[in-house]
């Protein structure tokens, strides 16, 4: 059973416009997001993260938004470029009050592309 | 800074052998985490090592096995090769144990294929 899923296996959008990626977990014991983009033949390169307490993080042109009730979280590009062309995977982890985690539980990733 | 490292790049390997697989943490770094990427299952984890010990496992057999060095310095075994086990094999390193708020930092990953 997959507990983050991201339902959209690619999303084409255009420079310049908003790129939204969707992701939505099951496992109410996730407590922290996080977002990793990957090139081909590249290990995935950390984004941004969300810890659950928070609903809206920002870094530069990336935003995540996290709704906890919904157990849903989504990646804004804006403005997308064209170095944004990549496959970004969703992750999360549920953290254990007596200190570590779980490994990363990853989605099967959205294969963003960026329309000239 | 030098970034993960995994060594071998590429690997062909038959049914029923065994494989070795290593992994160099960026430098300071003290985790390591093994992940198996396949177009079906996606990405999954399979175990983290910190200070040389087992901290955390994925639901994987016995057949994948992993160990750390006192460098942080990391190997990962599959015992007797499956069609299945064909995958890209990464590793990831951070600073401190375990992956929430923990930033973790992926090799470019070690392709195996079993023929």
């Known amino acids: 059973d997959q507990q983050v899923k991201q339902n959209s296996p690619s999303l084409s959008v255009q420079e310049g416009r908003i790129s939204i990626l969707n992701c939505d977990y099951t496992?109410?014991?996730?407590?922290?997001f996080l977002w990793y983009k990957k090139y081909p033949a590249e290990g995935p390169t950390f984004l941004i993260s969300i810890s659950s307490i928070k609903d809206k993080n920002e870094d530069g042109r990336f935003t995540v938004f996290l709704n906890k009730s919904a157990k849903h979280l989504s990646l804004h590009i804006v403005p997308s470029q064209p170095g944004d062309s990549a496959v970004y995977f969703c992750a999360a982890s549920a953290y254990y009050s007596g200190g570590g985690a779980d490994g990363l539980t990853f989605g099967k990733g959205t294969h963003l592309i960026i329309q000239p | 800074k030098a970034g993960v490292t995994q060594t071998p790049r590429y690997l062909i390997k038959t049914r029923g052998q065994q494989v070795t697989l290593s992994c160099s943490p960026i430098?300071?770094?003290?985790?390591v985490s093994w992940y198996q990427q396949t177009p079906g299952q996606g990405l999954q984890f399979l175990f983290e090592y910190f200070s040389e010990t087992q901290r955390n496992k994925g639901n994987f057999p016995g057949r994948f096995s992993g160990r750390q060095f006192s460098n942080s310095r990391s190997e990962m075994n599959v015992s007797t090769l499956e069609l299945g086990d064909s995958a890209l094999y990464l590793c990831?390193?951070?600073?401190?144990?375990?992956?929430?708020?923990?930033?973790?930092?992926f090799g470019p990953g070690t392709r195996l294929t079993v023929l």
């Open positions: 430098s300071g770094h003290r985790s």
């Open positions: 990831a390193s951070s600073r401190d144990l375990g992956t929430a708020y923990n930033e973790q930092f």
């Open positions: 496992n109410s014991m996730f407590d922290y």
